[in-house]
């Protein structure tokens, strides 16, 4: 059974080696906290990231995430395209992720298990390599302090790099083609071979169980705010965090629903070749989100009347980003505006994802 994005206690017992029922064990063994460690660059985070963090949270009780620095990861493969001060806050915006150490080894060793106190490490079913070609986890391999975790097939930061850089400016023009009906009506089915009819990327397959997985599940409290607030949220970045944790520090007690729009909306209003990642990756890269209670998939452009009183949303915030006007025209924060609820909020982060093509170009 799965509660808020995690297993029951007596499911992370089982994962993670507790002794079998019927078995004689003390109340203090029982109670025994499980620290589970994982380790890696985390850059440019995706929802695959995420979802190793959370089938990792899943074997215990306590998740501790190692992130390496900048010169560590430039020795070993190069460059990053964050910064280690904004992959180290990405990271701890992660909700399975309990607590992060800034500047962990790129080997994994013993050693550093012993010193944070962790059972053991996970890492996915990928082999990492060290710039001498050593497996990074062999010496905890060896002592049998390793769990894996499937990687989430379908994405990866190399395959968002390649988007980035083979996608045409013209692509989604693309979307009234056989094409393209062809790409939507394969999303979902397991197993079929989709591919994106703008870049020929494989894509990323959608169920319902997965959003599950990743969704709180939490409703609105007695007492609490709920805020909405709207956007791409596109090759979610550090720029949405630092917005999506200003808006959650407008209450006490906020409920943040994010309404998501629609891939051909978006690129209505945002042109070139975006949105980059589709509107399934983006709910998950939402959904992993710890300031985020809600996301509404496919919400309208317009703030309207209807949304704003069946979400019974108190206040609306927008960040100091252009907001662009609807297709008649019009303000798409105009109700809002007249209900006296809209909130310009400023992160203190201009990051666009704009910016982080750009980064990607320059390092490419």
């Not at 309990?98 to 298990?113: C, M, R």
């Not at 303000?331 to 203190?348: F, N, Q």
Request: a neutral charge; proline letters at 4%.
């Amino acid at each position: 059974m799965i509660k808020n994005g995690h297993h029951t206690a007596n499911q992370q017992g089982k994962e993670a080696g507790a002794a079998p029922a019927g078995t004689t064990c003390s109340p203090e063994k029982r109670r025994r906290t499980i620290r589970v460690w994982c380790d890696g660059c985390y850059d440019m985070v995706h929802y695959g990231h995420s979802n190793q963090l959370r089938q990792a949270k899943a074997m215990g009780d306590y998740l501790i995430v190692g992130v390496h620095t900048d010169e560590e990861i430039s020795k070993h493969k190069g460059p990053p395209v964050f910064t280690q001060a904004e992959r180290y806050k990405m990271v701890r915006a992660i909700k399975w992720v309990d607590e992060v150490v800034e500047g962990a080894p790129y080997v994994t060793t013993l050693e550093t298990l012993d010193k944070y106190t962790c059972d053991f490490c996970v890492h996915g079913d990928d082999i990492t390599l060290t710039m001498d070609g050593k497996d990074t986890y062999d010496e905890v391999k060896r002592s049998g302090r390793y769990r894996e975790c499937k990687r989430t097939q379908g994405v990866s930061t190399t395959d968002l790099v390649g988007r980035m850089l083979l996608m045409t400016k013209a692509h989604h023009s693309n979307i009234g083609n056989s094409d393209y009906q062809q790409y939507t009506d394969n999303f979902g089915k397991q197993g079929s071979q989709c591919h994106s009819p703008w870049t020929g990327v494989s894509q990323f397959l959608q169920t319902s169980r997965k959003i599950i997985q990743f969704a709180s599940g939490k409703e609105p409290q007695p007492g609490d705010t709920i805020i909405y607030v709207a956007g791409a949220f596109d090759l979610f970045h550090i720029g949405h965090v630092d917005f999506l944790e200003a808006a959650h520090k407008q209450s006490d007690k906020p409920y943040i629903i994010v309404g998501l729009h629609f891939d051909q909306e978006v690129n209505r209003y945002k042109g070139k070749n975006y949105p980059i990642m589709n509107i399934h990756e983006r709910t998950l890269s939402v959904l992993a989100c710890r300031y985020v209670s809600e996301v509404v998939i496919g919400a309208p452009y317009a703030v309207t009347r209807d949304l704003l009183d069946h979400f019974k949303v108190d206040l609306v915030c927008h960040g100091k980003t252009e907001v662009f006007p609807d297709k008649d025209g019009s303000d798409p924060y105009a109700e809002p505006k007249k209900r006296g609820i809209l909130r310009t909020v400023d992160s203190g982060n201009s990051l666009t994802t704009d910016d982080i093509v750009q980064r990607i170009i320059k390092n490419r």
